[in-house]
């Protein structure tokens, strides 16, 4: 999804009035006091479970990664924000960068909830007693072995993941 369809209602002009962003340090700050729980000078946004921190701004939540590139930059982001270090809360602007949805897809660094081992990209096979190791590549699963140890199997997923994930960060 493209920024401006979902985010219209607010522009560079406003947020700059509202918000103050240190791009050193990432941190947005009210520039106004808008109510008795938010003061001027005070932190702006709150974190939630998944990480992000986000802004309400004229009845709109919005992304703080979001507003400190629309204030740094004076426009929303064409395509979806990427944080290059992989930790949602630092807001940096030299921390953030555009990618396609694909890329940023790609990025991922965790393991799924419903992997078994927490493991990105490896698995347990019974049949073999081994540890495998498979990347998804251009809508395809590809296999890269099986593996005596976790480590071995995870190696040989980072290495893969870094020939063919585009912008990979890990």
């Not at 944080?83 to 949602?88: D, E, L």
């Not at 965790?110 to 698995?123: C, E, F, M």
Request: with cysteine.
């Amino acid at each position: 999804m493209i920024a401006t369809d979902k985010y219209t209602g607010l522009s560079a002009a406003q947020a700059r009035e509202l918000l103050a962003y240190d791009p050193d340090t990432g941190i947005l700050t009210w520039k106004v006091t808008r109510s008795i729980r938010v003061r001027q000078g005070a932190p702006a946004g709150h974190c939630r479970p998944h990480g992000y921190s986000y802004v309400c701004v004229n009845r709109g939540q919005y992304p703080s990664h979001w507003l400190a590139w629309l204030i740094h930059y004076g426009e929303w982001p064409a395509t979806e924000l990427d944080h290059i270090n992989g930790q949602r809360s630092d807001n940096r602007i030299s921390n953030l960068r555009t990618v396609s949805r694909k890329q940023n897809q790609n990025n991922q660094r965790r393991a799924h909830s419903r992997n078994k081992l927490g493991v990105l990209g490896v698995s347990y096979c019974e049949k073999w007693h081994k540890y495998t190791a498979s990347i998804g590549h251009n809508r395809k699963k590809i296999y890269l072995g099986g593996f005596n140890t976790i480590e071995e199997a995870h190696n040989a997923y980072l290495k893969a993941k870094r020939e063919l994930h585009e912008g990979n960060t890990i």
